[in-house]
């Protein structure tokens, strides 16, 4: 298999980081080539360095066995290389077809000819695989769609070397099976595909080799057949890194949270929780696994008093809190992580210190008399900062500064030294690397053995199974189950998130393992 | 890994300066159309609005307003609305004043000149509250409804000035208000008066209310991202009908100066986009107190300006407009002064 791509001691100097030290890497005709590290590692830089997007400050790149100077997309795509970008490129109100062919419409006369342009894209999207209606506005899409729209403009332009920037960060486990289906296909058809992750599972689930980078230099090569996820997360974070939590056994204690009936309806009149109830104790971790918009959002938005609660009741520590305001049910004892910590986790705009006091800001000893106590919310960032390891520790720095796992940080910090009595921790490692996830996860127990109630959230099965004593499957709004952690796996947790009923399951268990025999 | 580094100071100095810059140099274009030299022309310009402590007092008198209607929208923009109704609640804010000028005449001037000071402020306060509520509670856009209660302040206070408070004289305009509620001159024969040191107490409470208090802190938090503000336990409604209550203080702080400095009298349409100019001017002044300050001076240096040179050149005094619309314009194009300057960080 030839090379079609060799990139040789790459480096890249912005103001203040040495964002890439000498980094080899290249890539064979029609492979899968994962490239991993945690955030600030370097590798959406070297890869922004090959679309022409920064300039290099040494090394050089070959593309097909030609040395070539790339200063701009424009050069990178006459060189078939195509890239997809996180955040999506795409205009919405567009259709498929045209915001494809965009930049190189086809024409009939002085128009667009538009009969023409679908033909294209529905005989690119067959030979591909790729399935999409070329009539469909882009606005409409689900996001795996979107990120299908964008793979296909890239191969539209004729790109047969893919670079996809964490593709899988915005998806749901679903869409992201789909997604390696769809990568598996263009690989047969010899599309040569960089994979930029931070995921081990799915540089494992996908690639043929794996390349490491941390702090701007590159660790290593290795054939994805020969190594294993531990390896992977030792080379990223550079130290031994604990895949599972260590956890002793749950001790419950008195019932700190009680939905009896809550049904949430969003601003339509849709029914997005339907009638839950259940209960979570101090002491244990009930997680909540279910593909994501089957509810969780809204159940933790309700108890949160973030959205109106539509039906049934909330108790907390024995308190009705159902209606109340969020401030009122924070200072009831109640510390929330979101899910989304840009939109409602964080001010970004705002100093790390500032973040850390968000919701506390109200209270003493950060207001004294309407003024604020610069002091002691100095004092208090500077021992979050130093407890939770946030980095830089640079408690005046604005928080969009820090990268993604030290932004989820100054959340969890803020919410866990409050001690609540009910802690909600919504996808708390999303976009945050192995390293941070390792410390979250400890945290989240260390709560749990101090007494708090915790509800977690998460889309990822490991985590829920990592984490939970009990865990609950939401589904279409609803709680399908409740069960004790021993009586979980990872299928039956598949099974129930996609709708499967627990009954149907127990049955279709017994007829499985007589087939079996 | 795009650690994107914060401006530093300098440079949030730096393109407002550069806005100036380039606007004057477009400037120089008009003129030396009409055939004049522009050194000449900037040299009087100059001289008539900064060259003596007299032209620095006149200066002032006209950086007065754009201050405090600067502040107003720069104040409402920090929480995140847009506040286009200044001129609105700067004639409101006015009227109160004037209403109380001369209204209470046997009040002592200890008593009197707070009393309308504060009934200025009240007015504006009062005015920008409705626009508020109705986007708290009704979630009307800030931007459509101030708007709309700029024309019904200003019919409002049309009919006030030649209805029901006429001052009997042929023009139309209240009567006079008593000397205890007028503001003193500071440097006569200038109109410059103590609503200058007013201006830099408000500069410096808007200062302190933003960024030393909890109030300050709901106020930028829900600004800058209100379902953060929400989640965090701010009460967004409330903190919006605030946030456009101080701000309509100030725009009707800038009212009453007017009033009470200036006019003596509550006069039909005095204002002449006072309010509208403080938006420009919260745009060159960054929405920042310090900023609002010395973007009004460079305004009303403009303005001080600009009767000489018409004077004393072939320059029309509409020059000094066309600047100052140059100036907003390359505020507003950030962007492109980023690229010629070259402040570009990394991509």
Redesign the interface.
Known sequence: MGKVLEMRAITKQ????L?NDKVDFDLNHGEIHALVGE??S????LMSILYG??QKDGGEIIVRGQPVQITEPRQAIDLKIGMVFQHFMLIEPLTVAENIVLGSEIRKGPFLDHKRMVSEVERLSEEYGLKIDPNAKVADLSVGLQQRVEILKALYRGADILILDEPTAVLTPQEVEDLFEVLNTLKSKGTSIVFITHKIKEVLAVSDRVSVLRRGKKIGTKSTAETNEQELAEMMVGRVVLLRVEKGPAKPGREVLRLDGVTVKDQFGHVKVNNVSLTVRSGEVLGIAGVEGNGQSELVEAI?G?TKVAGGSIHLSNQDITGW???RV??AGFG?V?EDRH????????SVA?NLI??L??SKPF?HN???S?KKIAEHAEELIRDYDIRPPVAS??A??LSGGNQQKIVVAREFTQNPDLLICSQPTRGVDVGAIEFIHQQVIAQRDQGAAVLLVSAELDEVLSLSDRVAVMYNGEIVNVMPIEEVTEHKLGFLMLGGRPEEYDANEVSGSADQD | MRTKIKALPWQELLLPLAAVVLALLIGSVFILYVGENPLTAYGILFKESLGSVRNIATTLQRATPLMFTGMAVAFAFRAGLFNIGAEGQLYIGAFAAAWVGFTFANLPRIIHLPLAIVAGMAGGALWASIAGVLKAKLGVHEVINTIMLNFIALFLTDWLVTGPFHGGSWVPETARISASAALSRIYPPTRLTTAVYLAVVAAAAVYLILWKTKRGYELRAVGLNPSAAEYGGINVARNTIIAMAISGALAGLAGTEQILGLHNRFILRFSSDLGFMGVAVALLGKNHPVGVILAAILFGALQAGSAAMDRLTAVPRELITIIQALIIFFVAAEYLIRRMLRLKEDA
């Open positions: 912005f103001p203040r980081v964002a955030n600030g370097g590798k959406s830089t997007l920064y949160a973030l305001s969020p401030l924070r200072r929330l979101p939109r409602r986790g964080l001010v970004l705009d705002y500032d968000l919701g800001h109200g207001v309407g003024l604020r610069e720095q604005p969009r500064a």
